[in-house]
RNA sequence: UCCGCGGUAGCUCAAUGGUAGAGCAUUCGACUGUUAAUCGACAGGUUGCUGGUUCGAGUCCAGCCCGCGGAGCCA
């Protein structure tokens, strides 16, 4: 019968059973074929350690002088790291070893024997440049390994999530005719005999397929041709964004803390190994069990206030030195990074900022009836520093309100005019929200550049490798 | 675009204006229980570029190039 677990093996008994390193421990006393990669080698005159890997895992493969023939041995002490091999030991319990066994080699099959492997074994990151030149190979090194492993467990979180309450996969187009938002920068790139440009965020489509299917969820990547560079930034990304019709902000922000608190939770349950890799402190991530705080802009203006008087009073060198950024935009203006940061120190734990003023939010924002100077948007800010991972709200769903924001923001008519038809035909209220997957990614990894958290990182000034 | 910091060996960093240095990595050697092994040895350099001051510049000055961090904008 089809195993998914498992990958089509070699059936032939005559020669040994391959398994993962991450399988070994289940098949003490056999003899195994491990298949990968030299991660180091350490030994003496007559009995060498060769770690090995293979993606699942890392296993200690004793290789005693007597135990293979002079030639092999021989070899393998001048194996370089990352040659690839393939081993064939027996399983046996060992007591100090980080997985419980280790191998011992009965015979040793180089497919290649590496010279100069350019990344060293070392687990602080002194140079992040340097080794972004080398990602290609540098996503074989543990801290790395870790990250990627733990985007892998988000991602797919995030599409059980959605999938358990319903929603429907709705993919949005990458080329688009023009801007969604109207005021970021966007890539724009030939398109036969036109002009197109790569999407920056799939949530106007993401509204037709939410009077079609009720509740969908576009996930795909994003660009912006913003030049920024900070290490919260990404030219691409990815973004989930769930857009529900019928629901209004208050729902909004039950299916973001929803989503954020699964994904979080998932991550700390799947990912421990990972998480001790990156020897990440994960009390207040445990902390997305309670309920986030739900603030309005207008209380925020007064909570940072007193923040910035707290922290300049506090004596503490780096709070002080935040206080003076803390509210630097002014009243009535976005929040700054300063603000995010003092926001996260204060609540340690993701809080959802709501209701900011409408000239700072976009031109779909619906404005709230009880005062119109504001509109019914969510933020979601991560504490630790990451700040903003999810923004969205209510969309606007009066024709007449949104063909006069079209106008205002100087949105070419022709280019929008299919959007402005969900609200001529059947117009409901809705919403939904976008979360960036690399900040969320870089929160529960306690990664210091969201650049780490996605395989090949597309900055300002960086498309290679 | 603006502000700040930086550029010396493959990597991380030293060096009052006076012979260019160390640790790690590489290479070679020693060791039968190492966990980023340890110990010993060899090798490794157009000090980002151009010009200037000086008997003498990695160091001081001017200009340029490149990188990083932050702001703005955003997820």
Redesign the pocket.
């Given at each position: 019968m089809f195993d998914p677990k498992h990958e089509p093996r070699n059936t032939n008994h005559e020669t040994p059973m391959h398994y993962e390193i991450r399988e070994l421990k289940d098949h003490v006393g056999e003899i195994v074929d491990v298949r990968g990669w030299l991660y180091?080698?350490?030994?003496?005159?007559?009995?060498l350690?060769l770690?090995v890997r293979d993606g699942t895992g890392t296993v200690?493969a004793?290789m005693?002088?007597?135990d293979v023939s002079e030639a092999e041995f021989n070899i393998g002490?001048?194996l370089?790291?990352e040659s690839s091999v393939i081993v064939t030991a027996e399983v046996?319990t060992?007591p100090?070893?980080?997985i419980g066994v280790?191998l011992?080699v009965k015979k040793l099959n180089v497919l290649q024997d590496v010279?100069?492997?350019?990344i060293?074994?070392?687990?602080?990151v002194?140079?992040?440049?340097?080794l972004?030149d080398r990602r290609h190979l540098w996503v074989r090194s543990k801290v790395p390994h870790a990250i990627l492993k733990v985007r892998s467990e988000v991602v797919q979180a995030i599409r059980e999530f959605y999938y358990q309450r319903g929603f429907v996969l709705y993919d949005a187009p990458i080329f688009t005719p023009a801007s969604c938002?109207g005021?970021?920068?966007l890539f724009e790139v030939p398109y036969f005999d036109e002009k197109a440009y790569l999407t920056?965020?799939g949530q106007l489509y993401g509204e037709t397929g939410a009077m079609a299917f009720g509740k969908v969820v576009v996930f795909g990547p994003?660009f912006?041709a913003?030049?920024?560079?900070?290490?919260?930034?990404?030219?691409e990304?990815w973004?989930v964004e769930p857009e529900v019709a019928f629901l209004e902000l208050d729902g909004i922000m039950d299916l973001a803390e929803d989503q954020v608190r699964y994904v979080v939770t998932r991550a700390l349950d799947k990912c421990k190994e990972e998480l001790k890799i990156l020897e990440r402190d994960t009390s207040i991530l445990e902390r997305v069990a309670e309920r986030f705080p739900r603030v309005s802009y207008g209380e925020m203006q007064g909570v940072l206030q007193k923040l910035k008087a707290d922290f300049a009073a506090s004596g503490d060198e780096k709070l002080v030195k935040l206080s003076g950024?803390i509210l630097?935009?002014g009243l009535g203006?976005?929040?700054?990074?300063?603000?995010?940061?003092a926001v996260g120190i204060h609540y340690k734990r993701p809080v959802m900022i709501h209701r900011y003023p409408s000239e700072?939010?976009?031109f779909y924002m619906k404005r709230d009836p009880a005062d119109p100077n504001f509109v019914l948007c969510v933020?979601?800010i991560a504490p630790e520093?990451v700040?903003?991972?999810?923004?969205?709200g209510q969309r606007a769903d009066d024709l007449k309100y949104l063909e006069e924001q079209v106008i205002k923001h100087k949105i070419p008519p022709e280019t929008i005019d299919w959007y402005l038809d969900l609200r001529r035909f059947g117009s409901v209220p809705h919403g939904g929200?976008?979360?960036?997957?690399?900040?969320c990614v870089q929160w529960i990894t306690g990664c210091?550049?969201?650049?780490e958290t996605i395989p090949f990182p597309r900055?300002?000034?960086?498309t290679k490798p």
């Open positions: 180091n080698r350490r030994g003496s005159g007559k009995i350690f770690q200690q004793v005693g002088k007597n002490k001048g370089g790291n046996k060992e100090r070893s980080p280790e011992h010279k100069d492997y350019p060293q074994i070392s687990e602080d002194p140079n992040i440049d340097w972004l938002e005021v970021s920068t920056q965020s994003t912006r913003e030049k920024s560079k900070t290490r919260r930034h990404l030219t990304f973004m950024d630097k935009n203006d976005d929040l700054g990074a300063a603000d995010e940061t700072v939010k976009a933020d979601v520093g700040g903003e991972v999810i923004g969205g929200f976008g979360m960036g997957v690399e900040r210091e550049h969201v650049r900055t300002i000034y960086r």
